[in-house]
Each structure stands twice: as C-alpha cells, then as structure tokens.
C-alpha cells in the first residue's frame, strides 16, 4: 500500500486517518506553518506506526521528495538535516554552511546544532573540523559554533569601517583572515545587516542579491545540486518574498515564472506554492 493510499484508507474512521490525509496534503502542497507540521507528523505516526518522512522518502523520487522532505521538517530540524549532508557532501557550489552560520537568527544555528546532535548522536562542530581542513577550516567552525547576540543595537561607526575591512580582504581574497573570522562570527545579526548596508552602499552587494544570485544560478542549472530546492524550502517562512523581488528586478522576470519554465509537475506545483503564487 502507498503513502497516498494509507492516507485515504482511514476516511471514515476515527478521524485519525482525515488527519494525516489533511497532513499529506498540507505537506504535499507546501501548506501549514512548523507547528502544523509536526502535529502532521505526530497523527501519521500514531496512525500507521511509521514516520512521515520515511514513508515520503519510499515513495516519492527526486526533487519533489527533497522539496517535501525539506518542508515536512521544522525549521531547525531541517537545518540540521541539510548542514549533515553538507558535512558528506562539500562541493564549489554548497553554502549552505554558510547560510546557516550567516543568515538566521540568534537562536535557530543554536536550535540546529542541538537538532543536530538529538539526529546524528555526535554535534555539527565535530562533523565540520573532520571533514574540512586549511582555511576552510578555519573559517567555517567558529561560523558553525557563534552564538550571536539577539539586540537591536548598532554601533554605525564600526559597521562602516568594518565594511570596508570586510572589501578590502575580500578582494584580496583573503576569505579566512581572523579579523573576517572575528567579524562574521561574533556580531550580532543587526550589527552584521548594519555592515552589509554598508557594504552594499559602499560596493554594490548585498545578502539579498546573493541569494537572488544563487537562486538564478540553481534555475539555469538545475538538477546539479538540490540548490533551488533548498533554498526555497528553506526561506518560504521568512524572506523568500523579498529575495522573488530582487529576482524580477534584476532578471525582469517573476522568479514563479521561471520556476514554471524549468520544472514541471507535482515538483513545480510546490514550488509555486511555496513562493506564493496562490493558483499552483
């Protein structure tokens, strides 16, 4: 019996079954927030004594089994599920380390690295010092390992001049320099957006264009390394509307067009969905 079909079976029972095959749904389409998520997950596994997840991973195939095993996870959960296949898994393309250390909030890389040992039986900080060396290293463990503080204070003074230390060694290409280190592991996220206001009115770039330039990347080359699925599953609750922006201001193309271009099926229609466009 498949998934669908375990789902459907139980209609007209307890409602046990109604609740997962709503689960399904919600999951399949890319609908219901973290919350509604999990409580997906607890009904299907009281119902069938089997986790969603990996009833999903024996039916589904491909990028839509990525795309609803990314989203069926919570935010921090997922996290940890994407920062482990990094660990496997390093190519020139995977910055998910990266966008994780980087782009969340104070508590979420906490919240991942404690999902992460919870799954995995050992942390995130060790699985990165065994499989990187050298500069890489160097940069990406204590980015891994910060906890940032949470306030909305800036200092203005400092983050312009340290947006120009961060130009200067970035065109010397002198990615793992400890005062890079020091500055993206240790600020706070106000004091790191303040820097890179900076940084884009100063040269011209910005964190947003950045993942406007990954997902612009993924779209032209799909298939090469789940890029566009990640990405969009993982900033559909949070700023996935102001990157589709800055997608169509720099491309003149809506992001949910080219999505519809480069995909097909149940897999675009969740996409869609996720980056909200309501008819998918």
Same mark, same amino acid.
């Given at each position: 019996m498949t998934i669908v079909q375990q789902l459907g079976s139980d209609r007209n029972s307890d409602g046990g079954g109604a609740e997962a095959e709503k689960g399904h749904t919600a999951a399949g389409r890319g609908l219901g927030n973290a919350e509604q998520r999990n409580i997906i997950r607890k009904t299907y596994a009281e119902t069938y004594g089997e986790d969603l997840l990996k009833a999903l991973d024996k039916e589904l195939a491909s990028d839509f089994e990525r795309l609803v095993t990314l989203w069926t996870l919570d935010p921090v959960e997922r996290d940890a599920y994407l920062a482990n296949e990094a660990t496997?898994?390093?190519?020139?393309?995977?910055?998910?380390?990266?966008?994780?250390?980087?782009?969340?909030?104070?508590?979420?890389p906490l919240h991942a690295r404690q999902a992460y040992h919870a799954r995995y039986k050992k942390s995130l900080e060790e699985d990165v010092a065994h499989h990187t060396s050298g500069d890489f290293r160097k940069l990406l463990l204590p980015?891994?390992?910060?906890?940032?503080?949470e306030g909305d204070e800036v200092n203005t003074s400092l983050?312009?001049?340290?947006?120009?230390?961060?130009?200067?060694?970035?065109? #010397?290409?002198?990615?793992? #320099? #400890?005062?890079?280190?020091r500055v993206l592991g240790t600020r706070s996220k106000a004091q790191i957006n303040a820097?890179?206001?900076?940084?884009?009115?100063?040269?011209?770039?910005?964190?947003?264009?950045?993942?406007?330039?990954v997902l612009h990347s993924a779209i032209n080359k799909r298939g090469?390394?789940?890029?566009?699925?990640?990405?969009?599953?993982t900033r559909a609750e949070f700023d996935l509307k102001i990157i589709a922006d800055e997608y169509q201001r720099r491309n003149s193309?809506?992001?949910t067009r080219a999505i519809t271009k480069d995909t097909h099926g149940d897999y675009e229609k969740m996409l869609l969905v996720l980056a909200g466009h309501d008819e998918a």
């Open positions: 496997k898994r390093w190519t020139s393309s995977n910055q998910v380390l990266m966008e994780i250390a980087c782009t969340r909030s104070a508590n979420q980015l891994v390992s910060a906890y940032r503080y983050a312009k001049t340290e947006a120009k230390l961060l130009h200067e060694k970035i065109s #010397d290409k002198a990615y793992s #320099d #400890d005062d890079v280190i820097i890179l206001n900076h940084y884009k009115k100063e040269y011209g770039n910005d964190i947003i264009e950045y993942f406007e330039e090469t390394d789940g890029v566009l699925t990640r990405v969009v599953s193309v809506p992001l």
